[in-house]
């Protein structure tokens, strides 16, 4: 089994595919209308909201009875940051200044923990809160 892709559900479609242009350096390699977008490196947003638009138009014709069931289920409170997405760089140093000056999101300070290496990385928020950690060579921080 391989990893295909990582959706990230987002809430606001247009705002998240700016953000992860920015981040990511890049336009979407595929997009099937507002409802979901693919990166080239296996990251996905996909826009719930689209579905729920469309369900209530024609669901039987697009849709079947499990996937309504499963949709339609209350999940409670939606919760971010279950998972961390690492992105890693060849300049940490350089990516830092790249994000805080594009201003996209909130950019934590440099981080650095030593456990079992040394270890810098600095986080970045979605539009939808999610942490995404960004790390990169050590060596620019002695």
């Known amino acids: ?18 953000f992860y242009s920015k981040l990511l350096q890049e336009q979407p390699r595929k ?5 979901w977008v693919q990166f080239s490196n296996k990251i996905a947003l996909y826009n719930r909201a689209y579905d729920a638009k ?7 014709d697009r849709f079947n009875q499990a996937y309504l069931e499963d949709f339609n289920k209350d999940t409670g409170t939606p ?3 279950l998972v ?16 805080k000056n ?4 909130k950019v934590s300070e440099l981080m650095y923990v030593n456990v079992h290496m040394p270890y810098w990385y600095f986080n970045i928020l979605d539009p939808d809160g999610n942490t995404l950690e960004i790390t990169g060579s050590y060596q620019s921080f002695k």
């Open 102 to 105: 594009l201003n996209i999101g």
């Open 1 to 18: 089994m391989v990893l295909g892709t990582t959706y990230i559900y987002v809430s606001d479609i247009k705002k998240s595919i700016d």
């Open 54 to 60: 469309i369900i209530d138009t024609n669901a039987s």
């Open 79 to 81: 919760k971010n940051n």
């Open 31 to 35: 997009a099937n209308d507002d409802r």
């Open 84 to 99: 961390v997405f690492n992105f890693e760089v060849d300049d940490l140093k350089s990516e830092y200044q790249r994000l």
